[in-house]
């Protein structure tokens, strides 16, 4: 890409950041500089048909019809400016400047006026004529060109994505409030819509895209552009939702200033009961939803449709915890595939982009572990592909791509295939925020191959990227997490302090009024130890009996008893329940069986041979699904011998007193 073009065009709108300084606060630079941009960009687009819509709204004032349509035409593009005025005019009238830009942009179209509403544009425009830099900011957009014959709509998209990364980096974002390097889109978007090249290549071709947090619209741009290189004469209808208003007013926006449809780019919170697209399904979803961004302020309308609609909504597979709301896009996608009919015809195809924690946060049988069981055991997981670090603007994190689809081809049904990128990056000459690693086009597209033929590769030892592509079946990612018990063993020995607890609890108290007799009949057996329960409750009993006083009994009472009287021992005796052994909560432990092993048979293997009396309680046993990429992919290396080691110490040691006698040399 050309980073000197953007970066320039960049340069020259933020520059206007000089003459905001001290009237505006540095956040608050984009608020200004954002809009005006995307003003600039419209007048351009304009320009050319500027004369003839004017001309058009004059000959049709006053008459009682719709003149939408024959403004439309006049203009050559879905919106349209019926004044005469521009950004040179205003500018060059300082006195007016204020009144004449609102009158401007009042005489653009409903559809344009409405992304420019959303910046609260008026508000700026009052606050810069109250300052008296209204005129000059005007000047500055004025001698901006942005004319689509010198900088295309791709172009277009990269200055916007700079403005709001530098936007970002003064209002201080999350990482997880970042945009997509448009070569990682790329990337997306082949592997997304690669396989299908032959079903798209045939005439007739329609597609409906979606992008649920579309930001300024890069990835669906994208898919568009794809679809369209392998079929000119497709038709692609794009669709997204945004929450951000300045994000959403570029990305509808930029579909306006190329003639389509920008009624289907929707503002508003996709996750919860205001999704913009509810009863439509898609050919194509992408998305790169924030990472690690919490979910509290939608949670009552997400847990009431995954109470109230359970499998009828969107989220009936689980919830993930409150901090991460990255498996609720998810949800949210799969509602929308297109279902596979008995021809398999139909279906969809999902990417998203996800940092590590959805690969396996959460233990069996918590929300993240059904969600990712319930796509796994459908079958829909298609691929999982890890990316370099540090490829985004506001964040070095490790970022995967989830590939999903309901229509998977008869070899790759029932597998999983794993692909390791993390190796193919270029470092960038100049860092942009986080950002100091891209993909070149070169890796893009061995990505992109190693991609199609994983299969393949996987099986072919001899193949020099066998080692970045791994295949599974699906259960290979479940396992059963079970319980495994061993025995309370217990010695029972009465103690001064085991004394006193008896003698203070409820049950005595209640009996005996005074418990001090109870204390006095039993300390001469302090410092007796008894192997079984039942020889200490007979010492004891006898010795309160025989003294003509009555012994305690009820369960309240054997229960403090045990507590004070018995120590666990492991030669101690096995304390039975109803018959059966009872569990010693302290020697509890965890093992994750993989779902194709019988637990029976790794009890045997794994567990009997270190606790020969331990065994499992199937009642507490849960499935739990995970992907643990890093773990398939980890090559151990052999630490280094202890004579090198040594070896290396030592001349660090003479180093070190070799530069001591110099310092030393020369003091003296």
């Known amino acids: 890409m050309d980073t000197g073009k953007h970066s320039e065009l960049a340069n020259h709108a933020w520059s206007v950041a000089d003459l905001l300084r001290g009237d505006y606060k540095q956040s608050d630079y984009g608020k200004v500089i954002l809009p005006f941009t995307v003003l600039r960009r419209l007048e351009c687009v304009l320009a050319p048909t500027r004369d003839a819509v004017v001309a058009k709204a004059e000959s049709l004032a006053g008459k009682d019809i719709d003149v939408h349509k024959f403004l439309t035409m006049a203009a050559g593009a879905v919106f349209y400016n019926t004044?005469?005025?521009?950004?040179?005019?205003?500018?060059?009238?300082?006195?007016?400047?204020?009144?004449?830009?609102?009158?401007?942009?009042?005489?653009?179209?409903?559809?344009?006026?409405?992304?420019?509403?959303?910046?609260?544009?008026?508000?700026?425009?009052?606050?810069?004529?109250?300052?008296?830099?209204?005129?000059?900011?005007?000047?500055?957009?004025a001698d901006l060109d942005l004319r689509p014959e010198v900088v295309s709509n791709h172009q277009m998209g990269y200055v916007f994505e700079e403005l709001i990364r530098r936007f970002a980096e003064q209002s201080n974002e999350t990482a997880g409030e970042h945009f997509t390097p448009r070569e990682v889109i790329e990337l997306m978007v082949n592997l997304l819509i690669a396989p299908d090249a032959d079903l798209l290549s045939m005439p007739g071709v329609v597609r409906r895209v979606l992008d649920p947090a579309c930001g300024t619209g890069g990835m669906l741009s994208?898919?568009?552009?794809?679809?369209?290189?392998?079929?000119?004469?497709?038709?692609?209808?794009?669709?997204?939702?945004?929450?951000?208003?300045?994000?959403?007013?570029?990305?509808?926006?930029?579909?306006?200033?190329?003639?389509?449809?920008?009624?289907?780019?929707?503002?508003?919170?996709?996750?919860?009961?205001?999704?913009?697209?509810?009863?439509?399904?898609?050919?194509?979803?992408?998305?790169?939803?924030?990472?690690?961004?919490?979910w509290k302020k939608i949670k009552d309308d997400v847990e009431w449709e995954a109470a109230n609609l359970g499998d009828a909504g969107r989220y009936g597979a689980g919830l993930p915890r409150i901090n991460d709301g990255s498996l609720l896009f998810l949800q949210h996608m799969i509602s929308k595939m297109k279902p596979v009919n008995a021809a398999g015809e139909g279906g969809s195809r999902i990417a998203i982009v996800f940092n590590g924690s959805p690969l396996f946060t959460g233990a069996a049988e918590s929300g993240e572990s059904n969600i990712r069981r319930w796509i796994i055991e459908n079958d829909w997981l298609e691929a999982v592909v890890a990316l370099p670090?540090?490829?985004?603007?506001?964040?070095?994190?490790?970022?995967?791509?989830?590939?999903?689809?309901?229509?998977?081809?008869?070899?790759?049904?029932?597998?999983?295939?794993?692909?390791?990128?993390?190796?193919?990056?270029?470092?960038?000459?100049?860092?942009?925020?986080?950002?100091?690693?891209?993909?070149?086009?070169?890796?893009?597209?061995?990505?992109?191959?190693?991609y199609g033929d994983a299969l393949t590769v996987a099986k072919d030892p001899t193949h020099p990227l066998h080692g970045k592509v791994k295949v599974f079946d699906n259960e290979d990612f479940g396992y059963r997490r079970i319980t495994v018990e061993r025995p309370l063993k217990l010695r029972f020995e009465l103690t001064d302090e085991g004394l006193d607890q008896l003698a203070s609890s409820a049950p005595v108290r209640k009996q005996y009024g005074d418990s001090d007799v109870f204390s006095v009949l039993l300390a001469p057996l302090v410092g007796t130890v008894w192997k079984g329960k039942a020889d200490a409750v007979s010492a004891m009993r006898d010795a309160v009996v025989g003294a003509g006083e009555a012994w305690p009994s009820g369960a309240p009472f054997a229960k403090v008893f045990r507590e004070a009287i018995g120590t666990r021992d492991a030669e101690g005796e096995v304390q039975m329940h109803k018959g059966v052994p009872e569990p010693d909560s302290d020697l509890r432990d965890f093992e994750n069986v993989p779902l194709a092993e019988d637990v029976d048979e790794y009890l045997v293997r794994e567990v009997l041979p270190h606790v020969a009396d331990a065994w499992i309680d199937r009642t507490k046993t849960k499935v739990g699904y995970e992907v643990p990429f890093t773990r398939h992919f980890y090559i151990s290396s052999p630490p280094r011998p202890l004579y090198e080691i040594d070896a290396e110490l030592k001349a660090l040691e003479a180093?070190?007193?070799?530069?001591?006698?110099e310092v030393t040399r020369g003091v003296a």
């Not at 995967?400 to 190796?423: C, E, M, S």
Request: one cysteine or more.
């Open 83 to 141: 004044s005469d005025l521009t950004l040179k005019k205003i500018a060059a009238d300082p006195t007016y400047a204020g009144k004449n830009l609102l009158a401007y942009i009042n005489s653009f179209s409903e559809n344009a006026r409405e992304v420019l509403e959303k910046y609260e544009f008026a508000q700026q425009i009052r606050k810069l004529d109250s300052a008296g830099l209204l005129y000059q900011v005007v000047g500055k957009f």
């Open 222 to 294: 994208s898919a568009e552009a794809h679809i369209t290189a392998l079929n000119p004469q497709a038709t692609v209808d794009l669709y997204g939702q945004e929450l951000n208003p300045e994000s959403w007013a570029i990305c509808r926006s930029d579909l306006m200033i190329k003639g389509e449809d920008s009624e289907n780019i929707v503002l508003g919170n996709s996750l919860d009961d205001n999704d913009g697209h509810p009863k439509t399904k898609f050919d194509y979803m992408l998305a790169n939803p924030p990472f690690g961004v919490e």
């Open 389 to 450: 670090d540090q490829l985004f603007y506001n964040t070095g994190i490790s970022t995967y791509f989830w590939i999903l689809t309901n229509r998977k081809k008869p070899d790759h049904q029932g597998k999983v295939v794993l692909l390791d990128a993390r190796d193919h990056w270029v470092k960038m000459r100049k860092s942009l925020g986080d950002k100091r690693k891209q993909l070149s086009d070169e890796q893009i597209q061995e990505i992109t191959r190693l």
């Open 655 to 661: 180093e070190i007193q070799n530069l001591l006698g």
